[in-house]
């Protein structure tokens, strides 16, 4: 509720009355209000149930409580003001499968909404719901993981739940499903491995879902399943909640949850561990959220006129450099690596977050498990926030155990995303090799002239697809219309090539090992599901591209040169060779001694005609990948032919 208008003038929102005087946007506010206890939202018992809510501007509060996700309160009770503008209520008695919300009185003017640390929730997110968490454990809940040794041991692949099931030819039961990601055993056309048992069978270490929090779209109704609907679900409206539409029954509020659980239980007995995709820089809707209307003002980033920042633009950016905002996010994220096990964070467009806020959750999910990744755009972008302060690509050297996905080298490898027509590195482009090189030595500063943000590999995470944008065979489309399919094919298996053998984190994209295509969308949040499903019959008829990424992935799991752990190890070891305009050469070399130590030699070469290359004199280097392309490997020279990926191997003299 703004109080005052005037342009030259502070917007206030809320009664002095409650305040002292202070503003929301105040520092101090934060100082003389900011709350630091754990038990915000509800506890419950069958005994009691507790609510706690931080609300300081408010004049009343009270907890209103349903017997139904929709229709009429059965009861409006009175909260009590406590410490640092805490309002607390306990209720005897056994709530569970209640609904409530909470109302605050702010001026004049009441205002109702869920509660931000719901734990359960109704339909479509209106109301949260009171149930015992214990409840929704499946039979099966285990809090051991599959092993992780390092970040650069990982190899992700990004996955929206109702892409890898809706295809009618998936073979799967609960199409569009947590339970679809869950299911064994499944076979599509030609009786070729789909779902989990594909997943499983291409040997990646981690599933990377988008949203899976409850989101609020007008494309997608909890309440209307038996239609097709589709998004994205960056939109966020229940922070700390599953999606009701992955879940077979959302009128029940501890199904999705239950469900959700199951499916990451799966994941981790088939040795894949899962990474969440978050969204805490923005909200759905700036006026109608949660947020917003418990605590007009505190929330979100204004600009001096007092409108909405919108560095996302998706309407607002989130405060997060706020002491509730920056702790709310902390205490959601170490939620869900708690209470669902879950495995990483990918935290979207965090280039709009502050680095204090990244900081603490990074040491919060430490003392929980270390082997938690935290990866994010770290895109330079502006908002309402001091340019030093965002958590951006700028920063990764405060940013310590972040990840950050390397834009540059997704541009190198296949041409500037937003320049549809430009080829890239594989499909013949001039003048990228220099990039290509920044990008295999994992973004470090390798060498003098050389360097892009990261300190050490683990920083970088390279891609050169995902959910945004088009898919990289869309991509190689656009920007190579006299090409054949063939040598479209070559492209797109040298991307994934450079991708899997360069240092940092590789992620790829679900349906990348089958030239997966959106039909030219560019970017499909809420394209039919016809446009963003996986297509199965696709990937049985490119089986042979499925078993190259299979070999690509066994080869860096094979061999640890390709994930070295420092920044230091990568100057020791990786050298760049020399090489013609349209390739890039490099050796990996192993300084250990003995009979295990081993050379590596790598070609990436993106020149259709042959190419002869000088090789050091490091001993007698044989073919262990790609030998398609090799013409000879004879008295220190390797003569290849054709766009595509060559390693050679040698035990040192």
């Not at 209640?98 to 869920?114: K, P």
């Not at 702790?327 to 209470?339: G, H, I």
């Not at 446009?531 to 696709?538: G, K, P, V």
């Not at 259709?608 to 000879?632: M, R, T, Y």
Request: with cysteine; charged share 25%; hydrophobic share 35%.
């Amino acid at each position: 509720m703004a109080v005052q208008k005037e342009i030259d003038e502070p917007i206030y929102y809320g009664d002095f009355v409650v305040t002292s005087g202070v503003s929301v946007f105040a520092q101090d506010f934060d100082d003389l209000f900011s709350y630091d206890g754990d038990d915000l939202g509800v506890a419950y018992t069958k005994e009691r149930s507790s609510f706690r809510l931080w609300a300081p501007t408010s004049l009343e509060v009270e907890v209103v409580l349903y017997p139904s996700w929709e229709g009429e309160a059965s009861q409006k009770l009175p909260m009590t003001r406590d410490t640092r503008g805490t309002w607390i209520l306990a209720v005897n008695g056994d709530l569970e499968g209640m609904f409530y919300t909470y109302r605050v009185r702010i001026g004049e003017q009441w205002n109702e909404a869920a509660d931000p640390y719901a734990r359960a929730v109704g339909v479509n997110g209106d109301r949260g719901a009171i149930i015992d968490m214990r409840t929704t454990d499946p039979e099966r809940w285990s809090e051991n993981k599959p092993p992780l040794e390092d970040p650069a041991d990982a190899i992700i692949y990004e996955l929206h739940v109702q892409d890898l099931s809706i295809h009618p030819n998936s073979g799967i039961k609960h199409k569009g499903k947590y339970l679809g990601l869950a299911e064994e055993g499944t076979r599509g056309p030609g009786g070729i491995l789909t779902g989990l048992d594909h997943i499983t069978d291409l040997g990646v270490t981690h599933v990377q879902l988008l949203p899976i929090y409850d989101y609020a779209t007008e494309s997608v109704d909890e309440t209307q399943l038996d239609h097709a609907q589709y998004n994205w679900g960056y939109d966020p409206k229940n922070y700390n909640v599953p999606e009701g539409s992955y879940a077979t029954d959302p009128y029940v509020p501890g199904v999705r949850i239950k469900e959700l659980k199951t499916l990451i239980q799966a994941l981790h007995d088939r040795g894949i561990r899962v990474i969440m995709d978050v969204v805490y820089n923005h909200v759905y809707d700036g006026y109608r959220v949660n947020f917003t209307k418990l605590v007009p003002g505190y929330y979100l980033r204004y600009k001096p006129d007092g409108r909405l920042s919108n560095g996302s633009g998706c309407g607002n950016d989130c405060a997060t450099e706020r002491k509730m905002m920056s702790r709310f996010v902390a205490d959601s994220v170490v939620y869900w690596a708690k209470e669902y096990h879950i495995d990483g964070f990918r935290f979207d467009l965090m280039g709009l977050m502050d680095i204090d806020t990244i900081n603490e959750t990074r040491r919060r999910l430490d003392e929980i498990d270390y082997s938690i990744l935290t990866i994010g755009e770290g895109w330079i972008m502006e908002t309402e926030l001091p340019p030093e302060r965002r958590a951006n690509q700028s920063h990764a050297n405060v940013l310590p155990g972040v990840g950050h996905f390397n834009d540059g080298f997704r541009n190198a490898i296949k041409g500037n995303i937003f320049l549809h027509d430009q080829r890239g590195f594989v499909g013949g482009g001039i003048g990228f090799e220099r990039s290509i090189r920044a990008g295999v030595a994992g973004g470090i500063f390798y060498e003098l002239g050389q360097g892009q943000y990261a300190q050490e590999p683990q920083q970088c995470v390279n891609f050169v697809e995902c959910h945004d944008n088009h898919t990289l065979w869309d991509k190689i489309i656009l920007c190579s219309p006299k090409e054949t399919d063939e040598q479209r094919r070559a492209m797109h298996h040298l991307a994934s090539a450079i991708v899997l053998t360069s240092q940092g984190i590789p992620f790829l994209h679900a349906g990348q090992e089958f030239m997966r295509t959106k039909n030219g969308v560019e970017n499909s949040y809420q394209s039919p599901v016809e446009i963003n499903w996986m297509d199965w019959e696709l990937c049985a008829a490119h089986g042979d591209s499925v078993a190259y990424m299979k070999k690509l992935i066994s080869l860096r799991k094979a061999h640890p040169a390709f994930r070295l752990r420092s920044g230091d190890d990568i100057r020791d070891r990786l050298i760049f060779e020399k090489a013609p305009a349209h390739t890039v050469a490099y050796t990996l070399r192993d300084h250990a001694g003995g009979d295990s130590a081993q050379h590596l030699y790598v070609l990436y070469n993106a020149e259709p005609q042959e190419v002869c290359l000088d090789l050091p004199e490091l001993g007698e280097w044989n073919v262990i990948f790609g030998a398609e392309f090799v013409q000879s490997v004879d008295k220190g020279k390797l003569t290849a032919r054709g766009i595509g990926m060559v390693v050679l191997a040698v035990q040192p003299y």
